[in-house]
């Protein structure tokens, strides 16, 4: 079977781009040691031509050979660490999102609720009160509802109470409570 490369010339710009920073970089390098292409040619085992061409950014150049001129400039410690898994952020967030599908699709389903039909307005209670004399007068209990929301659905049974209706006679037993520990000498509480 025929080896299939990808001409140089069909790599992507951003690819080329770096790899030319990487070979200019590598010049400076060399450069700065003091050294001619012919002894880092010697020490990488490549040829003095190669070397030109790795200085040049030539693409088709093995990679081994870009790998060992940064061994040379700082014996390439962290250079696996440039793809490790762990940074390889594109491909944490879809292992993410595909463990999220996969715990929705986990999850039973529950049928929607319907939502609570509008309860009926009435009549605030009339708060529990003290006879002048010291003696308690109880709260008369909560009033059905007095009016009804036109649309709305008829009131239900007591049995039958919504949430809504059951935090309100709550409030209501609330205000009854405070209206009996209210001291005749005290304002009563608001």
């Not at 059905?144 to 008829?154: I, L, M």
Request: hydrophobic share 40%.
């Amino acid at each position: 079977m025929p080896r299939q490369n990808t001409h140089p010339a069909d790599y992507p710009q951003a690819v080329l781009r770096q790899i030319e920073q990487l070979a200019q970089n590598i010049t400076i390098a060399r450069k700065r040691r003091g050294e001619t292409q012919a002894q880092w040619a010697k020490k990488l085992g490549v040829s003095q031509p190669t070397m030109a061409r790795i200085e040049r950014g030539d693409p088709s150049v093995a990679m081994a050979s870009y790998v060992m001129c940064l061994w040379l400039v700082n014996q390439a410690e962290g250079l696996a660490d440039l793809i490790a898994p762990a940074s390889d952020h594109a491909a944490l967030e879809r292992e993410v999102a595909k463990a999220r599908a996969g715990r929705k699709l986990a999850a039973p389903r529950r049928p929607p609720k319907a939502p609570a039909p509008p309860a009926p307005l009435r009549e605030p209670a009339p708060p529990a009160t003290r006879a002048s004399q010291g003696a308690y007068t109880p709260a008369a209990p909560p009033a059905p509802p007095a009016t009804v929301r036109e649309g709305s659905a008829p009131a239900r049974a007591p049995a039958a109470r919504s949430k809504n209706s059951a935090a309100r006679l709550a409030n209501d037993n609330a205000a009854g409570l405070a209206a009996l520990l209210h001291r005749p000498d005290e304002p009563p509480p608001t």
